[in-house]
């Protein structure tokens, strides 16, 4: 199994400001997944995140907006850039566990309120 | 239209009754099918993996999957206070974790047993 780690939990930014999150697994994980996840509303990938490789985004996310950062085995981030009352939501990363394992395991969640 | 349909509820239930959850879906690549179960301010934890069509169980759970009707269900048995969460379905057409896959979730149906 993995365990997720995300931080901040929840924040409340400025429009026009970035903010970063923080996610750590707690075993090397190849693959790492961005979710966000709107109020009723189910989960909408946004990137795929893996070690040593661009980040691969879906249709309608841009880099520019969500960069993201995938520095080792354990760890990524992705930025909300310029946000706007829109980006509020739930960001949650997520990775598959260890090879062999039929699991995708997710954070908490950083809850992002956008004024 | 949406990939993936699942009826949000809310659902309410007496302790010990048994709960139906269904998803239908559009897309016949398919085969890979999820259920995860969200507690409030929490990530989604996976609860069923069934690949194709058939039925799983495990405890209390049972996944069925209809792939001739592209329809999938979770029944819970005498379900329980604690089992109150939002599950969400999830399906992919290749195996979840390999490089190019991704899951496609339902909106979640939110579930409440009563004691």
């Known amino acids: 199994s993995a365990v997720i780690s995300q931080k901040p939990s929840r924040d409340i930014c400025q429009r026009g400001t970035s903010l970063t999150i923080q996610c750590q697994v707690d075993s090397q994980v190849t693959m790492m997944f961005w979710y966000r996840q709107q109020p009723g509303q189910s989960l909408t990938l946004i990137a795929t995140?893996?070690?040593?490789?661009?980040?691969?985004?879906e249709s309608g996310f841009v880099i520019d907006k969500f960069p993201i950062s995938r520095p080792n085995l354990t760890f990524s981030t992705l930025t909300v850039s310029n946000m706007s009352p829109e980006d509020s939501s739930i960001y949650l990363c997520?990775?598959?566990?260890?090879?062999?394992?039929?699991?995708?395991?997710f954070g908490p969640g950083t809850r992002l309120t956008v004024l | 239209q949406k990939e993936v349909e699942q009826d949000p509820g809310p659902l309410s239930v007496p302790e010990g009754a048994i709960v139906s959850l269904n998803c239908t879906y559009s897309?016949?690549?398919?085969?890979?099918f999820m259920w995860y179960r969200q507690y409030s301010r929490k990530g989604p934890e996976l609860l069923m993996y069934?690949?194709?069509?058939g039925n799983k169980e495990d405890g209390r759970f049972t996944a069925q999957v209809d792939k001739s009707s592209k329809y999938i269900s979770l029944f819970i048995r005498d379900s329980q206070p604690s089992d109150s969460a939002t599950y969400l379905c999830?399906?992919?057409?290749?195996?979840?974790?390999?490089?190019?896959?991704?899951?496609?979730f339902g909106e979640g149906t939110q579930l409440t047993v009563n004691p």
């Open positions: 999830a399906m992919s057409d290749t195996f979840p974790g390999t490089s190019g896959s991704r899951l496609t």
């Open positions: 997520s990775a598959w566990g260890r090879e062999g394992d039929n699991e995708q395991f």
């Open positions: 069934t690949y194709s069509s």
């Open positions: 897309n016949s690549a398919f085969q890979y």
């Open positions: 995140a893996n070690q040593g490789s661009e980040a691969t985004y």
